[in-house]
């Protein structure tokens, strides 16, 4: 791709991996300054260095509003402005309901929903300014819930009616809101499951499909971000073509 985002400045929240870590490098690859954020910062500095553009690494705990607020205002810092906001950074830990360890709960809320919220707050005055984009990565969980998925699609339908109530409010001011509802991608996301049969089946499916890979999403995200300014890409749903549910 050409560099479409050329003079951009990003922020990937949850770049240290996966989704996040492929759309902060196809940025980069567009052009585009970005800064990432996470808390694995070993990751983000070896990201920094395989990245063809220059790249900010940030210290970045999105359960921690002082944190969100620290990771834009150290972007506008270093680069002047923000045009792109990727809400990525996520956990998933799947499991029923009866019996669950609520504090798997709170993080989930805090991380996925709340943590979406503080860094879509912080972002929003630079947001207004630069007539930038939010991109949102939600799930197909954000529309249909399953098994063991409760909390994990509570928070993405609320990172959905987030989202729209946003767009609702600054599309007439030139703010995109962009959300990413994809299916199953091969990362780290499952593996952090505490509920051994939760994790087996993740792993099962994963062998038993095609399923899409980082930076089939990087793309997706791409193509949402470089449109003309009257083209609103308000939402991509995407799966692995042989996955069902
Ligand atoms: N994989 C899928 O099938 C799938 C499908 C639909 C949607 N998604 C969504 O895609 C997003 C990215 O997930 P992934 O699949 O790429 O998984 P991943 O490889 O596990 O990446 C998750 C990222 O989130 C970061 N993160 C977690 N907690 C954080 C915190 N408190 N503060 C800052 N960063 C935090 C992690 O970095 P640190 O641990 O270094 O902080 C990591 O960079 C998530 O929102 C997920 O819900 C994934």
């Known amino acids: 791709m050409g560099p479409v985002m050329k003079e951009k400045v990003a922020l990937v ?21 970005v800064a990432v954020g996470a808390r694995r910062g070993d990751r983000l500095a070896d990201l920094a260095k395989r990245a063809p553009g220059e790249v900010l690494a940030l210290d970045l ?39 669950a360890d609520t504090m798997e709960w709170t993080r989930m809320v805090r991380t996925n929903l709340l943590g979406t919220m503080y860094t879509t707050h912080a972002a929003l005055p630079h947001l207004l300014r630069s007539k930038g984009t939010v ?7 954000g529309r249909i819930a399953s098994s063991g998925g ?9 990172v959905n009616a987030f989202s729209e109530a946003l767009r609702r409010e600054v599309t007439a001011q030139g703010v995109r809101v962009v959300l990413i509802e994809p299916g199953f ?4 996301l499952a593996s952090h499951i505490t509920d051994p049969t939760m994790r087996a089946a993740a792993r099962d499916l994963q062998n038993s499909i095609h399923p899409l890979r980082p930076e089939d999403i990087a793309n997706a995200v791409l193509y949402a971000i470089s449109q003309p300014e009257h083209v609103a890409v308000n939402e991509i749903l995407l799966r692995p073509t042989d996955q069902i549910a």
């Open 61 to 99: 705990d999105v359960t921690d509003e002082q944190s969100c607020r620290a990771a834009v205002a150290a972007t506008v810092e270093h680069f002047g402005s923000l045009d792109v906001l990727v809400n990525n950074a996520g956990l998933m830990l799947s499991g029923p309901i009866v019996g």
């Open 185 to 188: 991608v091969a990362t780290e």
């Open 135 to 141: 991109v949102q990565v939600s799930s197909t969980s």
């Open 13 to 33: 929240t949850g770049a240290s991996s996966g989704i996040g870590e492929m759309t902060a490098l196809a940025m980069s690859e567009a052009g585009a300054r």
């Open 150 to 158: 409760g909390v994990y699609a509570a928070t993405k339908f609320g």
